[in-house]
Nanobody, 126 residues
Framework: QVHLVESGGDSVQAGGSLRLVCTVS????????LAWFRQAPGKEREGVAA????????AFYTNSVKGRFTIGQGGKNEVYLEMNNLQPEDTAIYYC???????????????????WGQGTQVSVSS
C-alpha cells in the first residue's frame, strides 16, 4: 500500500513562488510514476507534472506550467513541485498521485493513477 501526504500549500501574490512536497510511504520499488495534479473549483482535475522515480531528467509537464514548474525527487521518500512565477489561474487544490507504471502518453491522466494524497490548497492573488 502506498500512502501520500502533500504539504506546502499557501496563499501568495502573483509572481510569487511555492514548493510543494509529497511524502511517500510504502512500496514504490520499480518504475513508479509520481505526478502532481490540480483541481480548481468547477473544473476537472488536471495533470500538472509527472516523472518516473529515479529519473529526474525525464519529466512531463502540461503546457501552461512549462518553464515555471519543476518536479523532482527531494529524497528517497519525497517528491517536490517547485512553482515559480505563480499566476491567479494556478489557484487550485494540488494533489500528489502515484502508480506502479504509467505508459508515456497517459502520465498526465488522472485515470492512470490509483494512489492519491488528500491535497493541499494553493491560492494566488493578483
Amino acid at each position: 500500500q502506498v500512502h501520500l501526504v502533500e504539504s506546502g500549500g499557501d496563499s501568495v501574490q502573483a509572481g510569487g513562488s511555492l514548493r510543494l512536497v509529497c511524502t511517500v510511504s510504502g512500496d514504490t520499488d520499480g518504475n513508479y510514476c509520481l505526478a502532481w495534479f490540480r483541481q480548481a473549483p468547477g473544473k476537472e482535475r488536471e495533470g500538472v507534472a509527472a516523472f518516473y522515480m529515479g529519473s529526474d531528467d525525464l519529466a512531463f509537464y502540461t503546457n501552461s506550467v512549462k518553464g515555471r514548474f519543476t518536479i523532482g525527487q527531494g529524497g528517497k521518500n519525497e517528491v517536490y513541485l517547485e512553482m515559480n512565477n505563480l499566476q491567479p489561474e494556478d489557484t487550485a487544490i494540488y494533489y500528489c498521485a502515484a502508480a506502479p507504471y504509467v505508459d508515456g502518453p497517459a502520465v498526465l491522466m488522472a485515470s492512470a493513477y490509483g494512489h492519491w494524497g488528500q491535497g493541499t490548497q494553493v491560492s494566488v492573488s493578483s
